[in-house]
């Protein structure tokens, strides 16, 4: 396949020729460790290193002998799927003693080992640090006690170490997210939303106990992706009385036609003299003062276990390569550090800063400093905390703001996973802040048709989980219709538009702005949220919808290569969604483990296709069994889905068969996963939020009206690397190719020398968008849960 140019190659630049580097897991396992062991890895071979598993974590170490072994490249083969961790993890309390340390380093010193990378949490990063810094003391040790030669000390002078944060919890300060945190909270929501479904049918209270000893991320963030009725966490306890409130606010759901109620509790939660809340007093409390039929379900370990999102095991990916880069860049000066994400961007910090922090964090909850504990978690957190209190808690009638501001919402294009709760969160924020909200069915087409009508607070309850559009969504655009829409927002004085849609949406938006010159009525602040599963729209690296399509494609070639287990050699050729846009087959491709990925932003010819059969030909006949090829729908018009699987069934005979299969719009239903509902519920809250700004900017008091014609005054709120951002849409034209509907620079495109390394291809690697050292800020500007890896 064509290479895209590269500003630097990394393996002219970083060789690993001469280096040896181990990778261990230690500590609790999580979801997501295998992907990251396997980069590991592969990127450590591809760079002419020898690389290492040490099982059984730091036990393995200690103990030595077979533990250690030297990895293959089919070593780490369909471990990509696998939850847990293949190489073992074991807490070992020899290690934390410095006779366990001693052998531990003779061990490695036998293999020529002084590059460690280690997945785990905390504790097992502090280990790894301890042992930094006592590696000279400890190679004296075993020279005087005649274990290693004199020329030892000079020959492995430095251990370096860089760590992967591998924690179900994400209680690990500087990183937005940490591997295995999305996966439990699929875990999660998938109980929860078969829970629903029976209480509903017995109208019943569920208190559902989630892991966190010590971070409430779990409980807040399932919270916030179900609508629960309330959470309790260890960072913010309840204030006292909080039982009166907690079922003043049940019987009031139920009193609002709620047919349940949902309570979500950390284990660590505790209330405000630091004494533990259980979930049996939760339930005890709810049956003496309401007598409500409740139930208690505690998720345990589940959350632990299955196979990983697709948003892993592009992390454990991402940060896995990260971690080799790292490993190659660092000196006898560079301190330990710990790869991870900001937002979208790769970063690497000095470890024991980020631990430090953690542990302020329990410190601060210890002294019961419960709102400096949240601060200390990161920007994030708090706003995750903020926008679940803004959409939970309704404040009485007498106590919202008065504005008397009508702001309409629609969706417009395809349907996309995510949609409602974006809905559901622009109309909750906009009620709280003192606006008439307006529901439009059909997007513009119920618009000038007048499908309009008021949507109250509980209409959209209950709205995160639902897939699709509830409003009904279409691809119809503005312009044939604009005065007819003019009329209806003259109609019902519509002062404002927020608009959660894809591409049409974008366009939808520029011929809005065209026709303020003729009608004021669209002389009012516009603002869109990108949604579509495509990913296509500019000025965002990601729309809602995109993560929920990529976890149908990652399940359905985990399912589909599957089918193959134990069969003759096999290639599939997957068809994926995205028009133009390559982004679902190039990172469904990097989650799924694909050999070979089509898309139309990276052209190929004949040649590639004959490459990459070959490619797979050679490989089928020394070590794989099962390949995978994914092609986007619309990458060539003559090298269609039926031209590539006939190319690979001729060209492969002999060694391979080939089968086919398109996913077509799978892709684009199902209930929305975690992200998608939070990413769609926090930042279309920030949009509402900047609506009611421009309302009171652009309100003329003499004229009684709201004026807004400025270019700042219609926008599209996009995540861009590490930060939510709020663009003109006119200056998103220079950025766009309206022909085929794609953006002219894709961030993602820099993520396929990746797919093509793990796939044992020899590419350019462009490392200047690498991680640089930096330092852990408190409260560092990381405005989505991003740590979006996609």
Request: hydrophobic fraction near 40%.
């Amino acid at each position: 396949m064509a290479q895209p140019d590269s500003k630097k190659i990394f393996f002219e630049n970083l060789s690993g020729a001469g280096k040896a580097i181990a990778v261990l897991t230690s500590g609790g396992d999580a979801q997501g460790m295998n992907a990251a062991v396997r980069a590991v890895v592969r990127m450590g071979l591809y760079v002419g290193a020898k690389v290492y598993f040490i099982h059984e974590g730091y036990q393995g170490m200690v103990d030595g002998g077979d533990n250690i072994k030297e990895a293959s490249w089919e070593s780490v083969s369909s471990m990509l799927q696998v939850g847990g961790t293949v190489i073992g993890s074991a807490r070992c309390k020899e290690f934390r003693t410095h006779e366990g340390r001693l052998k531990a380093a003779n061990n490695l010193v036998q293999y020529g080992i002084t590059n460690l990378c280690v997945i785990g949490g905390d504790g097992s990063l502090t280990g790894a640090n301890l042992f930094r810094e006592e590696w000279s003391g400890l190679l004296a040790e075993l020279v005087e006690q005649g274990l290693i030669e004199t020329d030892a000390i000079q020959k492995y002078s430095a251990l370096h170490i860089v760590g992967m944060v591998g924690s179900i919890d994400n209680d690990f300060c500087g990183t937005d997210m940490t591997i295995g945190t999305d996966s439990a909270l699929h875990r999660i929501i998938e109980v929860v939303d078969a829970i629903m479904t029976t209480a509903q049918s017995h109208q019943r209270t569920f208190v559902l106990e989630v892991m966190g000893r010590h971070c409430g991320y779990l409980a807040l963030v399932s919270a916030l992706a179900c609508g629960a009725d309330w959470v309790l966490i260890p960072e913010m306890p309840p204030e006292d009385g909080w039982e009166d409130k907690m079922c003043q606010k049940l019987s009031a759901n139920r009193a609002g036609m709620k047919r349940l109620n949902i309570i979500i509790v950390a284990e660590g939660a505790i209330d405000r003299n630091n004494m533990p809340i259980t979930t049996d007093y939760i339930k005890n409390l709810v049956v003496k003062c309401l007598g409500f039929d409740t139930r208690v379900t505690i998720l345990g370990h589940v959350q632990r276990g299955g196979t990983p999102s697709a948003f892993d095991r592009i992390l454990a990916s991402r940060m896995g390569v990260e971690a080799v880069l790292a490993l190659l860049e660092t000196t006898a000066n560079t301190p330990a550090c710990v790869v991870s994400l900001c937002g979208n961007q790769s970063v690497r910090l000095p470890l024991m800063e980020c631990v430090q922090m953690t542990q302020e964090v329990q410190k601060a909850m210890d002294e019961k400093r419960f709102e400096e504990a949240v601060k200390l978690r990161g920007r994030s957190f708090e706003n995750n905390l903020k926008t679940y209190k803004l959409l939970a808690h309704r404040k009485p009638e007498s106590e919202l703001p008065t504005s008397n501001f009508n702001v309409a919402v629609l969706n417009v294009g395809a349907p996309a996973a995510g949609m409602n709760a974006a809905v559901r969160s622009a109309v909750r924020v906009g009620i709280s802040e003192g606006h008439k909200m307006f529901a439009v069915s059909d997007g513009f087409e119920g618009f000038y048709k007048g499908q309009i009508k008021e949507i109250k607070w509980a209409d959209v309850g209950g709205w995160t989980g639902q897939g699709g559009s509830l409003l009904g969504t279409k691809r119809t655009l503005p312009a044939k219709h604009v005065d007819k829409i003019a009329e209806q927002m003259r109609k019902h004085n519509i002062n404002a538009l927020l608009i959660v849609g894809g591409f049409e949406a974008l366009l939808s938006l520029l011929e809005l702005l065209t026709a303020r010159g003729k009608y004021d009525e669209f002389c009012v602040p516009m603002v869109m949220v990108p949604a579509t599963v495509s990913n296509n729209v500019p000025g965002s690296d990601l729309s809602i919808g995109a993560d929920t399509a990529l976890n149908a494609i990652t399940t359905t070639c985990d399912r589909i290569k599957q089918s193959a287990s134990g069969t003759k050699r096999r290639v599939f050729i997957i068809e994926t969604m995205g028009g133009y846009c390559g982004y679902l087959a190039s990172v469904g491709g990097l989650a799924a483990g694909a050999d070979a990925a089509y898309i139309y932003e990276e052209p190929f010819d004949i040649k590639d296709l004959q490459a990459n059969v070959e490619h797979l030909t050679e490989k089928m006949k020394t070590s794989i069994q099962r390949g995978l090829v994914l092609r986007n729908e619309n990458c060539n018009e003559n090298y269609t889905t039926d031209f590539i699987y006939q190319l690979y069934s001729e060209e492969g005979k002999g060694v391979f068969d080939s089968r086919k299969n398109v996913l077509g719009h799978m892709q684009q239903g199902g209930a929305p996963s975690p992200f998608d509902r939070n990413f769609g519920t926090k930042i279309s809250a920030k949009a509402m939020q900047w609506v009611t700004k421009k309302l009171v900017e652009t309100f003329r008091q003499d004229e009684g009206r709201v004026f807004a014609n400025t270019e700042d005054s219609c926008c599209l709120l996009g995540m861009r690397r590490r930060a939510l951002v709020f663009q003109p849409v006119v200056q998103l034209k220079d950025e766009t190719d309206f022909v085929h509907r794609i953006p002219k620079e894709q961030w993602w495109l820099k993520l396929r020398p990746l797919m093509k390394i793990l796939a044992k291809y020899k590419t350019s690697y462009d490392v200047s968008d690498s991680g640089q050292l930096e330092h852990v800020v408190r409260n560092r500007p990381k405005e989505s849960d991003a740590s979006v890896a996609m």
